[in-house]
C-alpha cells in the first residue's frame, strides 16, 4: 500500500520543480493584426551582434506565442521581435509573461505589457520617435524659409527640442540606474546618428550605471561590455586631451595634419591656416540632414569670413563623383576636401571621430577651443576669440 504521506511529498516537490522550471524562460505573446501568416523572428542582443534564438508564424487571427529559455535567470536580456527591418526591442526577465500587442507597423505603433523593462523600453522608444518627428517638421520649415532671422529661431528650437530630449533621458538615467534600461537609454541615437549622450562629460552618467548594475548583475554581458566601452570612452578623452595640447611642436608640425585634396584636385593641408581661426568639420553626404547642416554653416561663415575664419571641411565618404555633385551643387564656399577611406581614415583616427557630423573650433594659436559646438553658440565663440 502507497503511503499518502509519501505521495503529498512528492506532489509537492514535482510542483516545486515545475515552478522553478518555469521561472527559467519567459513567455512573449499577443496580436500583431497586420502580421497575419507572417513569420516573426526573435533574436537575442549580444554586442553588436544580433543572435538568432527561434522563429514563430502569426496564425491567421494575427496570434503569437514563443518562448526564451535563459542561460541564467539572474539577470534580464534584450531580445528583437522582428518582422523583416522592422523590429521592436524587449528587455525580458525569467518567468515573465510579455504581452505584445499591435494593430499596424510593428516599432512605432505598439503597446506591451507583463514586462516593466518591456514597458521602460518602449517609453524611451516613443520619446525618440516623437522628439524625431518635431526634428524632422523643423527641419522642413528651416528648407523652406528664405528668413535669416526665421532659420536662426528654428536652429535654436531644433537645438532646444535635443536639449529637452536628453534632460528627459538624464531623469530616466538617474531614477533607474540599477535597469538594463537605463543603460539602453545611455546608448540612444537619434536618426541622424547623433548619440544623445555624446559629450564627454556624460562619462559620468556612464559610470554611474555601471556601477549600479555591476552590484545587481555582476555577471552581465551588457554590464561587462558597458564596462570595457567606458574604458574606451576614457582613453578618447585621453586622446582628446593629448589634441588640445598639440600646439606646434616644429616647424612641420601644428595640429595632427590633414593634408587632401579638393574637388579640382588641389593639395590643401590645415597646418596652412596656421594663424587663422579655424572650423575643422567632419561630414559625410549620407547624412539625412547635411544640406541643412552645410547652410547653418554658410550663415556661419558669412558672419565670420572677414575676421580671419576659415573652414576645412573633411568629408568621409568612398564616392568622388556624388561629393563633387554635392559640393558643386551646394556652392560651398571654404576648403572641402575628400578622404576617401571614409570612418577608417587617418584623419578621423587622429582626431577621434565615432559619429558624424563632428567639429573642432580652432583658435589662431592651434588650440582646440570648442567642439561639437553648432549654430550660435558657434558664432558667439568665434566672436570671442577674433575680437
Known sequence: MINKKLIGLFSILLSLLMIGCSGDKATIKGTLCDLKNETLLLEQLAGN????????????DGSFSVKYLFESKDEPVLLN???KEDYITLLVEAGEKVDVESIINLSRNYSVSGSKGSEQLKMLSKSLILTSNTIDSLYGSYNKSTSYVEKESIIKQIKQTYINHKRANIDFVLNNSNSIAAMVALYQRMPNGINVFGDKNDILYFRKVNEALLEKYPNSRYVQAMGRDIKEQENRSS????????????DNHWLPEIDLNDIYGREHKLSDLKGKVVLLNFWSYT???????NAE???VYEQAKDKGFEIYQVCLDDDKATWIGVVLSQSLP?????????????AAKNYNISTMPANFLIDRDGNIVGKNIWGADLVNKINEITE
Do not use: C, E, T
Not at 586622446?239 to 616644429?250: P, T
Not at 547624412?287 to 547642416?293: E, G, Q, R
Not at 576636401?337 to 581614415?345: E, Q
Open 49 to 60: 551582434q544580433r543572435l538568432f534564438v527561434d522563429s514563430v508564424k502569426v496564425s491567421a
Open 81 to 83: 521581435l522582428r518582422h
Open 239 to 250: 586622446l582628446d586631451n593629448l589634441i588640445r595640447k598639440s600646439v606646434l611642436n616644429s
Open 287 to 293: 547624412l539625412p540632414n547635411y544640406s541643412v547642416l
Open 297 to 299: 554653416m554658410r550663415d
Open 334 to 346: 571654404w576648403i572641402s576636401v575628400l578622404d576617401p577611406k571614409g570612418a577608417g581614415s587617418i
